[in-house]
């Protein structure tokens, strides 16, 4: 069995408060980019995971990472003994803000409970999703959203214009934990939504007044970030160029799909 887990793109992230046990209130959309990683599945005695792409040395020396936490957790969730030979293709890069991680152990959450026939629902994979990370049950949802609380509240959006988007990441693995505790200033409010996006224009207009409130911090940790903005907002038909969750991943919205692939292009 082969699953695509993509890339999640935040168009906005607002910080909106924080909880008594530390963890952050976010009000985001998201969205899912035509990138990601491939997860094979093949039926075995033990669990086991083979990593191989262009940014698998990033995993190297770990014995226990989120995607063998998420088949672990299903195995108690759903008191199977079955095993699993896992096979991760890793495309996107490790701690750069889309999501890559949490968009695997969904794949797993999802492909296990196929392959082992668990029965699991999904609000029952959305709350084993949320244990091993906040943006896990986004990641399971797979589709546009708004997410709120610490990323276990999704309500669906109005249907949104066609839109291309370049992802560009400068090389650097920016920490989520580092990025929280060098955020200054106060909470922000809940956004505020339209019933609907006639087209595109209404779209930009609405992320043109929202930003990301986690980019000065990412920024004053990592100023390439700074750059990668600088750059994708200088493309020719770029409509906005905002950074995705904590960074340090930017991405540039494209009315035309010409316009964000020579975006995309190294010169």
């Not at 607002?14 to 530390?22: I, L, S, Y």
């Not at 959203?145 to 992802?167: F, H, N, T």
């Not at 693995?173 to 200054?184: I, M």
Request: glycine letters at 10%.
């Amino acid at each position: 069995m082969r699953l695509f887990a993509p890339a999640k793109v935040n168009l906005t992230l607002r910080v909106t408060g924080q909880r008594a046990d530390g963890y952050h209130l976010l009000d985001s959309l998201v969205v899912f980019a035509g990138v990601g990683d491939t997860l094979l599945f093949a039926p075995a005695d033990t669990l086991t995971l083979t990593t191989r792409g262009p940014f698998a040395e990033s995993l190297a020396g770990e014995t226990d990472n989120i995607i063998l936490r998420a088949a672990r957790a299903l195995q108690a969730a759903s008191e199977t003994r079955l095993g699993a030979q896992i096979t991760l293709t890793k495309t996107l890069p490790v701690s750069s803000g889309i999501g890559g991680g949490s968009a695997d152990a969904a794949a797993t959450l999802h492909g296990l409970n196929r392959l082992w026939d668990a029965g699991l629902s999904a609000g029952e994979l959305a709350a084993l999703g949320l244990t091993l990370g906040a943006d896990v049950p986004v990641c399971l949802a797979g589709r546009p959203v708004r997410m709120q609380g610490v990323g276990e509240v999704l309500d669906p959006l109005p249907p949104l214009p066609q839109a291309w988007l370049a992802l560009v990441n400068p090389g650097l693995r920016v920490s989520t934990p580092a990025v929280f505790k060098a955020r200054r200033g106060p909470f922000s409010p809940s956004l505020s939504l339209p019933l609907a996006f006639d087209n595109l224009d209404a779209l930009t207009a609405l992320l043109a007044g929202q930003g990301n409130d986690l980019t000065s911090a990412a920024v004053s940790l990592a100023p390439a970030i700074a750059e990668a903005l600088s750059l994708l907002a200088a493309c020719p038909g770029c409509k906005v160029a905002r950074m995705s969750g904590s960074g340090a991943t930017c991405f540039g919205l494209f009315a035309d799909p010409q316009d964000a692939a020579n975006a995309a292009t190294p010169p």
